[in-house]
């Protein structure tokens, strides 16, 4: 009878402790639900905060000052460009039109560039829109033909890479050379014409002779 009861009060005491430690275990989970949903409600403040202060901390850069006459302005979504925003342009001797506040600054690098027998000079850059098979000069867009921009989007691909006359035949007409030079050679001849300044002095598509031609690679051409 004894042994019973022992047994039923040990049963009865287990009991006890199991319901305990159920409390126990949802007490925790319960306060550890909590403490996660504080810290991403905290976390949450301060995204909200840092989003709520980047616009407003880029429009405090909308206009900085480097000298006195020179200023660096910010565009974005935030900062538009201001509708009295001018540049007043000064044009050089060969026609090209420069910012004219860099003016006095840039004479002055030629200048030096001269006395130690450079002689370099400002000219317009040259883009190329594979995506639309578009050329541009400055802000003027080239008027090329389909062949052309073949040829020229080859040689611009790879600059600094030399293309034979038969490759650049072989890979543009997608046929086997004949060693028909002038087609090649005409077709060079009238896109430098198209490009360059001076299509006697090409910058861009350089003759390597007696090997064929590459595209300057010190020149991007926004490929």
């Known amino acids: 009878m004894y042994a019973i009861r022992y047994k039923e009060l040990v049963k009865k005491d287990e009991g006890i402790n199991n319901n305990m430690a159920k409390k126990r275990d949802k007490k925790n989970k319960l306060r550890g639900k909590w403490l996660r949903g504080i810290i991403i409600v905290y976390l949450f403040l301060i995204l909200c905060n840092l989003f709520h202060e980047f616009p407003s901390r880029l429009g405090n850069l909308h206009s900085i000052t480097v000298s006195e006459e020179w200023y660096l302005i910010v ?3 935030w900062n538009e460009i201001p509708e009295d925003y001018r540049v007043e342009l000064t044009e050089l001797s060969n026609g090209q039109k420069v910012d004219s506040r860099i003016y006095p600054y840039l004479q002055e690098m030629f200048d030096a560039a001269r006395k130690d027998g450079i002689y370099p000079v400002v000219r317009e850059g040259m883009e190329i829109d594979a995506s639309k098979r578009l050329v541009y000069r400055g802000e003027k867009e080239v008027n090329i033909t389909f062949t052309e921009f073949e040829i020229l989007y080859l040689l611009a691909s790879s600059p ?34 198209k490009i360059e300044d001076n299509p006697s002095k090409p910058i ?7 090997v064929g031609y590459r595209f300057n690679k010190n020149i991007s051409s926004g490929l």
């Not at 861009?204 to 002779?209: A, D, E, H, K």
């Open 204 to 210: 861009y598509i350089q003759t390597v002779w007696g």
């Open 160 to 193: 600094g890479r030399v293309f034979s006359k038969e490759q650049i035949y072989e890979l543009v007409w997608e046929e086997p050379y004949f060693g028909d030079y002038n087609i090649v050679m005409s077709h060079i001849r009238n896109i430098r014409e």
């Open 75 to 77: 565009v974005n979504r």
